[in-house]
RNA sequence: GCCCUCGUAGCUCAGCUGGACAGAGCACCGGACUUCUAAUCCGAUGGUCGCAGGUUCGAAUCCUGCCGAGGGCGCCA
């Protein structure tokens, strides 16, 4: 039995992170030598480059000025007494470039890592709890139910519905949102399309085009009202191909019980109150220009009908009187330009602008083995969203959405992602969860039990292979943080890479099972694959892509 | 004209909210399969981080101005 070095006051081992245990080293060095720590907290980072040592603090650098010395002097200062003091996990502290701290460290800070992981398991590790339960809104996609989801719906539907995961993962608490604008010209121009294709009559004035209007139109039955059969047909297409996606809206929000329920005339009435409305030509105006937008923006028409942005404003009215603390809105590119008068109305209304917060997605080219797949807005030639998850898979197409970042404009080239080769990183990234699961069967079949991580000796472990896939899982905690303060889930997509990568190396240079392995090294192994098994499984989790027991 | 996003290797993109000599994948070149799937691994080549200033001990990262790409600027939704 391998002695457990972690407090014995909690029956859950709970193994200290090293970056408190730096952190705590370097503020009591830092009081050893008369320096205020900073106000702000000790930054504590990994080198980019390994002979920097394991961990890097830049805290000589920050307080040189404050301490009134040098920067190396006072680094030199601070390496000192921490060379005196007994570290866990330090092997040596050094001075280097213009005063970093560097810590090189034993790879027992490693071992800790593995038993956080195990301890912890795929529903714990690096579940943070930074966002204090905080509410949080998230809407996305909320296309119009007047067609299927296309391909300008993707990047939004899968961005949404990732960042969701990464921050219920950090402590939020998260609804998803889509709201149906289920009312207006817009329905009516489409149902009036359904019918004119399903009796044979040409496309009316300002219809819509494109297959599936005409398939429908098969589809209509006899004396059945065609606006509310067309709404309901619709939103089946679009929930089927959602659903394919494995994204889940636990609101649908729908403008016309909105309407319904008078929280129009409520919504005037509150701006009127709040004395920000102005009346002019026949218009009633909203004086948006008071809260930062370029010009005052108009709420109900000169004809009495209302303007899409009176009900946008009741909706966002509505989100926060159910009670979330913060909204998120995804938006496409073609609407960035609303963000100042949303932010602007719901000031109107008396929140914080900071309360509402709106993701914009650029666009995405699609191409086709180079050739940019050409879209014609009207004509109704789109690729439907569903035909990009038949070509290339519904996994495939949530990776490579989320492999970039929604502020750069992205390339796609689905032939590219519908290959199942090394071009295709997803396949890549499955592969290294198969693999350790192959690993698993087969201890198991050999007869191996898998180990206890809390009690298995690590000690064998130290082949650049196994610490660089240790290392990968160490920076997950951070580096979800992150993902998540940035809104930011495509870096949960670089790391899962990274992951996969350091895996597949361990994979290639460390056997596991039989040729020879001796027994504790295989237990120790056995331990690292269901490490890297249980990363690769959130990192995929987090992306919505699936973790397969095997690749076929 | 004004506003938003972007401009990093031949291509697609990262770069952890300023840090130590700029990274990955693909492509190209050269290696590694009697092994838990070689759908893998290793090595080599490849960049004035659009340009010019500024702030800083330190800038791909922050500020300003240009240049370029995309998007947006309705009493349309």
């Not at 005196?84 to 810590?103: L, S, T």
């Not at 949080?136 to 995961?165: C, I, K, M, W």
């Not at 016309?256 to 004395?275: F, H, K, Q």
Request: glycine share 8%; charged share 25%; aromatic share 6%.
């Amino acid at each position: 039995m391998a002695a457990v070095q972690f407090s014995s006051t909690s029956p859950v081992s709970e193994p200290p992170v090293i970056r408190d245990v730096l952190v705590s080293a370097l503020t009591d060095a830092l009081v050893a030598v008369g320096v205020e720590p900073p106000p702000s907290g000790i930054d504590i980072e990994r080198p980019a480059n390994r002979d920097h040592g394991d961990w890097s603090s830049n805290v000589a650098l920050a307080r040189a000025k404050a301490a009134g010395r040098n920067p190396r002097e006072l680094a030199g200062e601070l390496v000192a007494h921490l060379a005196g003091a007994d570290v866990p996990h330090v092997a040596g502290v050094e001075i280097a470039g213009p005063g970093f701290v560097n810590f090189r460290l034993y790879d027992t800070w490693l071992y800790d890592v593995l038993r956080q992981v195990e301890a912890d398991g795929v529903d714990g590790y690096a579940r943070l709890e930074i966002a204090g339960g905080q509410r949080v809104l998230v809407e996305f996609v909320s296309a119009n139910p007047t067609g299927p989801l296309h391909a300008g719906h993707a990047r939004g539907a899968v961005y949404g519905d990732s960042l969701a995961r990464v921050l219920e993962r950090c402590g939020h608490e998260v609804g998803r949102e889509y709201l149906l604008n289920d009312r207006g010209m817009q329905m009516q121009h489409f149902a009036d399309s359904i019918a004119a294709a399903a009796a044979g009559e040409p496309t009316p004035e300002s219809g819509y085009q494109g297959a599936y209007i005409d398939e429908w139109a098969t589809e209509l039955p006899p004396d059945v009202d065609s606006l509310e059969w067309a709404y309901a047909r619709c939103r089946t297409e679009i929930e089927a191909t959602l659903e394919r996606l494995d994204i889940h809206f636990e609101y649908w929000h729908s403008e016309r019980d909105m309407v319904a329920s008078g929280a129009i005339e409520a919504t005037l009435a509150d701006l009127r109150a709040a004395g920000v409305v102005d009346d002019a030509d026949d218009a009633v105006w909203l004086r948006a220009t008071d809260f930062g937008d370029d010009k005052d923006r108009v709420l109900v028409k000169s004809d009495g009908e209302p303007t899409y942005l009176l009900p946008d404003i009741a909706y966002h009215r509505d989100k926060f009187a159910r009670g979330w603390d913060l909204l998120i809105n995804v938006w496409g590119a073609d609407h960035h330009g609303y963000v100042p008068r949303m932010k602007a109305a719901i000031q109107a209304l008396g929140h914080d602008p900071d309360d509402l917060e709106i993701q914009v997605t650029q666009l995405v080219r699609l191409e086709r083995g180079g050739t940019e797949v050409k879209i014609g807005k009207r004509s109704g030639e789109f690729i439907e969203l569903a035909e990009i998850i038949d070509e290339v898979g519904a996994d495939a197409t949530r990776f490579t959405y989320l492999l970039q970042s929604i502020d750069s404009q992205q390339t796609i080239d689905l032939a590219v992602i519908a290959s199942q080769t090394m071009d295709n990183p997803v396949f890549y990234v499955q592969m290294a969860h198969a693999r350790a699961r192959s690993i698993q069967r087969k201890a198991a079949e050999t007869g191996f039990a898998s180990p206890d991580a809390a009690t298995v000796d690590l000690s064998p472990l130290g082949h650049r292979r196994e610490l660089e896939v240790l290392r990968a899982l160490s920076e997950l905690p951070d580096l979800l943080g992150v993902a998540c303060r940035e809104r930011a889930p495509h870096k949960v997509a670089t790391w899962v890479r990274q992951l996969a990568a350091a895996f597949h190396g361990f994979h290639h240079d460390c056997y596991v099972i039989g040729d020879g392995i001796p027994p504790e090294l295989t237990a120790a192994r056995l331990a690292l694959v269901d490490a890297a098994r249980i990363g690769l499984a959130i990192g995929l989790g987090l992306l919505g892509v699936s973790a397969p027991e095997e690749m076929r």
